[in-house]
């Protein structure tokens, strides 16, 4: 969790806030508080904090105000909101009224309070970093999965949807989505199936998973015979039996488009050229670019030791 965070504090109660934001700052967070009295959604406007508490226990209308306004607000509506409840109304207070992310009872215990902050914090990392498409973690923990596996005996796996881009533009972007979140699937549970590992979406067609190299050759081939497999029955027994649909390149021109296929470039990262994250894509990118020479789904692994 980085620090500080900026915590806006609201509440009608003076002294609970004084001491929240004595606790607070303590732990090296910024806390400002506020009364229901003030003007609380205009000092989010011009400066909103990263989280928020809010007192419940004291005016219930006041807060389900803020709340409501915040959450319909595309801007504000990620940002963690945490409630504190008395502990006398837990069986009558109306929690489908208040779209919180986490509550505390009142009176406090500071310990669970800085662990409320510190889960609102993950739960939002991962929700920001995650795919919203396949769920898969996205570029912030893939980077970190790279640089943790740097001088093991393991292996970054880029993965690419060959003629991806026309199949989207021919069958449409739900088709495409679909196709998107299969390989998803198919790559998690080979990696998973295969004693676990690393599974990323970059973005578009481009994914990255990685696993040990003792596992790799029967990872890659596991990911490109189920994804050749499932792929058939996104087209007829015409286009099928041909192997190809007509479609537009990249050039807007009209042409025979193959069928879907994957290329997977294999980098292991026990390797003496491997020092740093970019030389990772560099040599993932020189595979793919080989590995798409070939209509068929096809895996490269990256055998030059140094360079």
Partial sequence: MLLPIRISLVSSDAQLISHLQLRLQSRGHQATGMSYIDSVLGAFYSDPPDLLIIDLSSDCNAGTTIITALRSDSFFSTIPIIGLVSDRDYDS?????????????????????????????????????????????????????????????????????NHFKPYNDAFGFSHGDEVLRMLARIMFNAVRDAGGGFCGH??????????????????????????????????????????????????????????????IAAVPMNSDKIRHVAKVAEVAAELKKLAKESEKSQYLVDQRKSE
Wanted: some cysteine.
């Fill in 93 to 161: 207070f109306p929690w489908e009224t208040y779209p919180l992310d986490d509550f505390v009872f009142l009176p406090l215990n500071f310990s669970e309070l800085f662990c409320r902050i510190a889960l609102s914090f993950s739960r939002l990392k991962r929700i920001f970093d995650n795919n919203p498409l396949t769920r898969l973690p996205g570029n912030t923990s893939i980077q970190r999965a790279i640089e943790d596996a740097m001088g093991k005996p393991q292996a970054v796996c880029h993965v690419d949807i």
């Fill in 202 to 263: 970059i973005g578009g067609d481009d994914f990255v998973f990685i696993v040990s190299l003792t596992q790799l050759e029967s990872v890659c081939k596991t990911v490109i015979d189920h994804f050749d497999q499932i792929v058939l029955d996104l087209f007829d027994e015409a286009t099928k039996r041909q192997g190809y649909y007509n479609g537009t390149n990249r050039k807007g021109e009209m042409e025979k488009i193959p069928l879907l296929s994957i290329s």
